[in-house]
């Protein structure tokens, strides 16, 4: 630590100030858990005014004109130069957040949050009614002020680059389009391959009854075998899971479906994916922007890995098989290993992004990316947007949307404002991929390991590789240092081709 003057250390005062605010976004953040998961339904208009309320003061202290003038004086002192660059890159993250937060007026932050909170209630009735028309004037109105917030933020560049970049700073549609072109073709020829071969997996296995309290027994093997600390987290039910968290308290959310114990299975390996990522930050960085993830598509890299390339491992399954079959007794005592592999694996084309299996998973994010760039772009009108959307699923899947609940009005993300997001998902599946190929030299063996159900060596390569790195890189800086190459969809295509053709024998 160089101190950056005499009297007093500049330096220290900034990251007190972000301290407190990183503990209070915390402290909203189990407000949220808690509103997804135990409170009384009657308690959320007491809550969403705790939100608000909350929201409000954490927005103050980050636009905190302090936090500007500390920044300019660190910068211009002899001392900056000595800092070390952990200590330059939370000079560099707070000073983007702050120029980002500082930029938007605030009366254009309120007119945001609130047709937000409109658009999500306006949208349910939408969907539960299948009715797109009651949810274009607000999908209207959202995309206007998204459009303003990213001229604010930017003027000179694409409103659409804008978002990219602040969702996965150092993305832009140039880098997109080049990555989703080669993951659409490779993934349209193994969909059809798979989907035409003889000898297809039969799903309804799955589909058997399995009790929830059976179920239960199944997530806790699950976050064991993926060494989740349950001393520092927990699993919960909720409607739509998520996680939520950080360093010691990081909680985890699944959803039990009677008659699809796949659902939950998956769910609780996807969020402890999330939750080791937060588990295993750098101690030393707490508190500090660079103790924080790198961006959403490594989190979703972190959940997606474990939930897929580990979770649906041939490997990973005949060491659980028998505890499986001993938790569930009679229901599936007749199926064959390779048959349930099979099933569990199987390639089905499907409308609904959430129930996708990995190999058609990615099409539904590239048809929502393109959307979305058309819609900043001016090319697609509202009026068209369902007839868009159905098209796009006829022509990536297969697939006929009769219904806007099943098509256009199935995610809430645009309710919400929240556009730039979905590349998130699919950028994840391509790091994977680079991440799998890398770990694969460095322990040939890990398939071997994880048939034994030690899950510690590849569980350890991620959080020395990936969750030890906080935000000290970018993303596409951090998949170059971990990795030694460029983003590619190489190795993620590459990994899909082997292990389907594999399941399907072609
Ligand atoms: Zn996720």
């Known amino acids: ?149 990213a001229h604010y933020l930017n003027p000179d560049k694409d409103p659409y680059d804008v978002l990219l970049d602040q969702n996965e700073p150092g993305f832009n549609r140039e880098i997109i389009d080049k990555l989703f072109s080669e993951l659409r073709d490779g993934l349209k020829l193994l969909i059809k391959d798979t989907v035409e071969a003889p000898n297809q997996p039969d799903y309804s296995i799955i589909e058997r009854k399995c009790p929830v309290e059976i179920q239960k027994k199944m997530s806790e ?54 939750a080791l990522y937060e588990q295993n930050m750098p101690k030393k960085f707490k508190y500090q ?54 099933a569990l694996n199987k390639v089905n084309p499907s409308k609904i992004r959430v129930e996708a299996d990995p190999v058609t998973y990615s099409l539904h994010i590239i048809l929502r990316y393109e959307i979305e760039k058309e819609l900043f772009a001016g090319k697609i009108s509202l009026d068209d947007l369902p007839k868009v959307w159905n098209q796009k699923m006829k022509d990536y899947l297969g697939i006929d949307i009769e219904d806007d609940a099943e098509g256009v009005l199935q995610d809430t993300h645009w309710a919400g404002g929240g556009f730039g997001y979905f590349p998130d998902y699919a950028l994840g599946n391509i790091y994977d991929g680079q991440l799998l190929w890398t770990m694969e030299q460095d322990i040939p063996n890990w398939r071997d390991q994880v048939k034994k159900g030690d899950n510690s060596k590849i569980v350890n390569w991620m959080v020395k590789n990936v969750h030890q790195k906080g935000n000290l890189l970018d993303a596409l800086d951090l998949i170059k240092e971990i990795t030694g190459e460029e983003l590619s969809t190489k190795y993620y295509l590459d990994y899909l081709r082997k292990e389907y053709k594999k399941l399907y024998s072609l």
């Not at 093997?221 to 968290?245: C, N, Q, W, Y």
């Not at 909680?251 to 994916?273: K, P, Q, W």
């Not at 041939?314 to 499986?324: A, I, N, T």
Request: with cysteine; net charge negative; glycine share 6%.
């Open 1 to 149: 630590m160089v101190k950056i003057t005499q009297e007093i250390d500049l330096y220290e005062k900034l990251l007190a100030k972000i301290k407190e605010i990183t503990i209070l976004n915390n402290a909203l953040g189990t407000i949220y858990w808690d509103m997804e998961t135990f409170m009384p339904k009657g308690g959320i208009e007491q809550r969403s005014e705790e939100i608000a309320i909350m929201s409000g003061l954490i927005h103050e202290r980050v636009v905190e004109p302090e936090i500007g003038s500390l920044l300019e004086k660190i910068k211009q002192h002899n001392n900056y130069e000595k800092l070390s660059d952990a200590e330059k890159r939370n000079i560099y993250l707070i000073q983007r957040s702050y120029d980002q937060q500082t930029k938007i007026p605030k009366d254009l932050v309120m007119a945001y949050a609130k047709q937000a909170a409109i658009g999500v209630e306006i949208w349910k009735k939408a969907k539960a009614e299948s009715n797109y028309k009651l949810f274009q004037p607000e999908l209207e109105k959202i995309l206007e002020l998204t459009k303003k917030q």
């Open 221 to 274: 093997d699950m976050a064991k075998l993926i060494k989740f600390d349950f001393k520092r987290g927990r699993i919960d039910e909720a409607v739509h899971p998520f996680t939520s968290g950080y360093y010691d308290d990081v909680r985890v959310t699944t959803r039990y479906i009677e008659n699809d114990f796949s659902s939950n299975l998956f769910a609780v390996l996807h969020e402890c994916g999330h």
């Open 289 to 342: 922007p660079v103790g924080y993830y790198c961006s959403m598509g490594f989190h979703e890299a972190q959940a997606r890995f474990f939930e897929n390339i580990v979770g649906r491992s041939r490997e990973f399954w005949e060491q659980y098989y028998p505890r499986f079959k001993e938790l569930t007794g009679e229901i599936f005592a007749d199926i064959e290993f390779d048959v349930f592999l099979r």
